[in-house]
T-cell receptor
Framework: DVKVTQSSRYLVKRTGEKVFLECVQD?????MFWYRQDPGLGLRLIYF???????EKGDIPEGYSVSREKKERFSLILESASTNQTSMYLC???????????FGPGTRLTVT | GEDVEQSLFLSVREGDSSVINCTYT??????LYWYKQEPGAGLQLLTY?????DMKQDQRLTVLLNKKDKHLSLRIADTQTGDSAIYFC???????????FGTGTRLKVLA
């Protein structure tokens, strides 16, 4: 069974704090993704990584950065959290040639 | 740019069929997906269809694709309360990494 895990289910942070969201997959997938999910907007891609140390910006990268030092781990970093980054964050992974993405359970981040 | 649209809400009675609709704009879409998201959980792939297919059936689920109108639908037969969730339509073009998701349709099943 493919497993994608995220470090926290719920997180509350203050404005201006640096926030790390961690994602780990156990299936040796090359591709990893970070999305945010907001009501009425669906899923929007923040960043994508297709290999270790490789990353590409998605549709809404502003205010975020990512790190992929190991194949199984993809981190999303909010350098200085703001209230408009309050959202559900979803991590996903897939093989290069696969049509299917596997999702983690999500982290609900609240920035106060 | 590419866009995927869905209605936001659908309410059905237990035992009835549910039909969730989706339209997309990218004519080069190769794969079209339906995902289910239960409360507090991530997305789970329900089914998918290749763009060269018209229909796919998988137990209670039937996917219909009208490529000319760029319209995708998911029919759930004999809808149960456990089917209450948000359903996302998504598309992907072969050779790209990007998945385009719709806004999600919240299905409420009334007992």
């Amino acid at each position: 069974d493919v497993k994608v895990t995220q470090s926290s289910r719920y997180l509350v942070k203050r404005t201006g704090e640096k926030v790390f969201l961690e994602c780990v997959q156990d299936m040796d997938h090359e591709n990893m993704f970070w999305y945010r999910q907001d009501p009425g907007l669906g899923l929007r891609l923040i960043y994508f990584s297709y290999d270790v140390k490789m990353k590409e910006k998605g549709d809404i990268p502003e205010g975020y950065s990512v790190s992929r030092e190991k194949k199984e781990r993809f981190s999303l970093i909010l350098e200085s959290a703001s209230t408009n980054q309050t959202s559900m964050y979803l991590c996903a992974s897939s093989f290069h040639t696969s049509y299917e993405q596997y999702f983690g359970p999500g982290t609900r981040l609240t920035v106060t | 740019g590419e866009d995927v649209e869905q209605s936001l809400f659908l309410s059905v009675r237990e035992g009835d069929s549910s039909v969730i609709n989706c339209t997309y704009t990218d004519s080069s879409s190769t794969y079209l997906y339906w995902y289910k998201q239960e409360p507090g959980a991530g997305l789970q792939l329900l089914t998918y269809i290749f763009s060269n297919m018209d229909m796919k059936q998988d137990q209670r689920l039937t996917v219909l694709l009208n490529k000319k109108d760029k319209h995708l639908s998911l029919r759930i037969a004999d809808t149960q309360t456990g089917d209450s969730a948000i359903y996302f339509c998504a598309e992907k073009t072969s050779g790209t990494y990007k998945y385009i998701f719709g806004t999600g349709t919240r299905l409420k099943v009334l007992a």
